[in-house]
């Protein structure tokens, strides 16, 4: 049964001061799906997440949410309607304890709300559940990465963004979080995914869209690309033309 669009990006042109990432973008992401951005460094993934949550504001074209044109769009407003991102790295209080970090994260919900949720949010983490009264800096990498999703998930996102989840984890933690972000989709979050670890992602993807120089060169389902055995010549070598070349390939 074919899902409905909850995401577009319309000939979008962004980047920072002169230099433009996103060079007239047009892709469309259904609703309940995982979409997974491909490309080498500097392709333009992380800057599609930063322009969805307002971090950056489109030069031209449109940015869609459910059909309405969000491209001006403040963070507080893109919460309100439902988008959380989780952005690469580690962006937790370390001094503050676990629970602390989710009450920050709720802030926009009121402390009602937020208390009540927390509940819900740490069972989904059992590890991060037991260390609630702990400093967040004494978390190890993969506990961190859950506490960053579990604090997005507070807000009961309709559309979650997130940036190499990946980066510095086990892979049993990786696989673990794969799932977590599964289950999601499959309850109707909209996941939109960068993440180097190509072939896990794609397992649990429904879509990948492949972007070089910000624009799009190849949008295909998840499986389609699996089972493709030039995947990791064409997405983890960087080669120069590797998604153009998946692009010929396909067609």
């Given at each position: 049964?074919?899902?409905d669009?909850?995401i577009?990006f319309?000939?979008?042109v962004?980047g920072y001061?002169?230099?433009?990432v996103?060079?007239n973008?047009?892709?469309?992401a259904?609703r309940?799906?995982i979409?997974?951005?491909l490309?080498p460094n500097g392709?333009?993934k ?7 949550f ?10 869609l ?17 439902g988008i959380a ?7 937790l ?6 629970f602390?970090?989710?009450e920050?994260g709720?802030?926009t919900?009121?402390?009602k ?13 059992p590890?991060v ?8 800096s004494?978390?190890s990498g993969?506990e ?8 997005a ?18 892979p ?7 799932k977590l ?7 109707g ?5 960068v993440?180097?670890n190509?072939k896990s992602a794609?397992?649990v993807s429904?879509?990948a869209?492949?972007l070089?120089?910000?624009r799009?060169?190849?949008?295909r ?12 010549r064409?997405?983890l070598?960087?080669g120069?033309?590797?998604a ?8």
């Amino acid at each position: 049964m074919p899902h409905d669009t909850c995401i577009e990006f319309d000939n979008v042109v962004a980047g920072y001061k002169d230099f433009m990432v996103l060079n007239n973008l047009s892709f469309k992401a259904s609703r309940g799906s995982i979409t997974l951005l491909l490309g080498p460094n500097g392709a333009g993934k992380s800057t599609v997440l930063k322009a969805l949550f307002g971090l950056l504001k489109p030069r031209q074209g449109r940015i869609l949410l459910d059909g309405d044109n969000i491209g001006g769009a403040t963070q507080k407003q893109l919460l309100a309607r439902g988008i959380a991102f989780v952005p690469q790295g580690r962006n937790l209080f370390g001094q503050l304890t676990v629970f602390q970090n989710l009450e920050l994260g709720g802030i926009t919900l009121g402390m009602k709300t937020t208390h009540e949720r927390i509940p819900e949010v740490l069972e989904l983490f059992p590890r991060v559940k037991e260390r609630m009264n702990s400093q967040a800096s004494a978390l190890s990498g993969g506990e961190q990465k859950q506490l960053e999703i579990g604090r997005a998930l507070l807000l009961r996102p309709k559309v979650l963004l997130i940036d190499e989840p990946s980066i510095g984890l086990s892979p049993i933690v990786v696989q673990d979080v794969f799932k977590l972000l599964r289950g999601l989709a499959d309850q109707g979050t909209t996941v939109l995914m960068v993440e180097q670890n190509v072939k896990s992602a794609l397992k649990v993807s429904d879509e990948a869209i492949a972007l070089e120089s910000g624009r799009l060169v190849l949008q295909r389902p998840a499986s389609e690309l699996l089972a493709d055995p030039d995947i990791e010549r064409l997405f983890l070598g960087g080669g120069h033309g590797g998604a153009r070349q998946a692009q010929v390939a396909a067609q």
